[in-house]
């Protein structure tokens, strides 16, 4: 064994160099190569071969996608401070080899792009900001994002990366500010409420007008109509006295009788129902033999002026 050792000792170092060659990439990642500091080539995900001790793999680009939360003050044109933070969603643009070799060596680590990228953004969303006022900002979050890609998507690009979303997540403002801004909503909240009271109110008011205006209405037709029928029916039954009173005066003067025996007769029939249907009511009457022949004369002359509109005068 030792023989055969000290004999293919060559072939042990090319065995153990061709396995020290092997080198393997994982999925979401692209290695890069280099031959003594230079750039040489790019490695997929999978097995790989290097040539041993003359290329290494200096560095490992993840191609997946990276997010990173930013927290930055701005001032505004009339000199609010504003509050940002941002949740930041980037990539590598692609797995071309120019590509790869942007991301590999335009910055030395991770974290000096991440410093680089913070701070660009930050200038962006200050540039922006400084031109709008106070009041303006809280409405101009979408406005802000757009106004960010647009200005640092070509910069992304030179870099080898590019700007998949940008989210503000809040924005805030000094606790004066704050304080100012809670009360005017609860000035506009009170001011709305207050409205929609009074328009309520005038609503129950309206409609409890229209309501009495109707009720009122109504009540005056049905007294119209009610005193229209009383009246038909006082009508009716004075028409219906004269005829009996005539037809009776007719009968007694065929009979040779005397009218005046009929309108005693009717006068204490009228006296009778008075007494009987009065209900309490107190009726004065002129019982003297003169206020009787003056109650006896004025119906003998309403029957003779009905007897002369049944009978006239040819």
């Keep these: 064994m030792l023989d055969f050792i000290s004999s293919s000792w060559w072939i042990i170092i090319v065995v153990l160099a061709a396995l ?35 290329e290494q793999i200096s560095k490992r680009v993840s191609i997946q996608n990276r997010s990173v939360e930013l927290e930055f003050q701005a001032v505004t044109a009339d000199q609010a401070n504003v509050y940002f ?18 991301v590999a060596f335009k910055f030395i680590s991770e ?11 930050e200038g962006t969303i200050r540039s922006f900001v400084a031109t709008k006022r106070q009041a303006e900002i809280l409405a ?45 909503v609860a000035s506009h909240n ?9 328009q309520a109110l005038l609503i129950t008011k309206t409609k409890g007008a229209e309501a009495e205006g109707n009720a009122i ?12 029928l009383r009246g038909q029916g006082v009508a009716l039954f ?18 040779n009788l005397d009218t005046n025996v009929i309108l005693f007769s009717m006068w204490t029939e009228a006296v009778k129902n008075f007494a009987e249907y009065g209900k309490g009511n107190v009726i004065f009457l002129d019982g003297s033999a003169e206020g009787m022949e003056k109650t006896m004369k004025q ?11 049944d009978h006239p005068t040819p």
């Design 140 to 184: 101009l979050r979408k406005e802000i994002v757009e106004y960010v890609k647009d200005q640092i998507d070509q910069l992304l690009e030179e870099w080898g990366y590019h700007l998949l979303d940008l989210q503000i997540n809040d924005i805030t403002f000094d606790q004066v500010i704050m304080d100012s801004m809670s009360r005017v």
């Design 111 to 121: 974290r000096d792009l991440m410093q680089a990228l913070s701070r660009t953004i």
């Design 85 to 102: 933070k941002n949740m930041l969603l980037y990539a590598v643009q692609n797995e071309n080899e120019d590509t790869i070799k942007k």
């Design 190 to 198: 009170l001011k709305a409420a207050a409205e929609n009271e009074g």
């Design 299 to 309: 119906i003998q002359a309403m029957m003779v002026k009905q007897i002369g509109a």
């Design 217 to 228: 209405k109504i009540a005056a037709e049905a007294e119209r109509e009610a005193a229209r």
């Design 20 to 54: 020290a060659g092997l080198k393997t990439i994982n999925q979401g990642t692209i290695g890069v190569v280099t031959m003594f500091g230079k750039y040489r080539r790019v490695l997929h995900p999978g097995l790989n071969f290097i040539i041993p001790f003359i």
């Design 238 to 255: 004075r028409e219906e006295v004269a005829k009996g009173m005539s037809e009776a005066a007719d009968r007694m003067r065929q009979a």
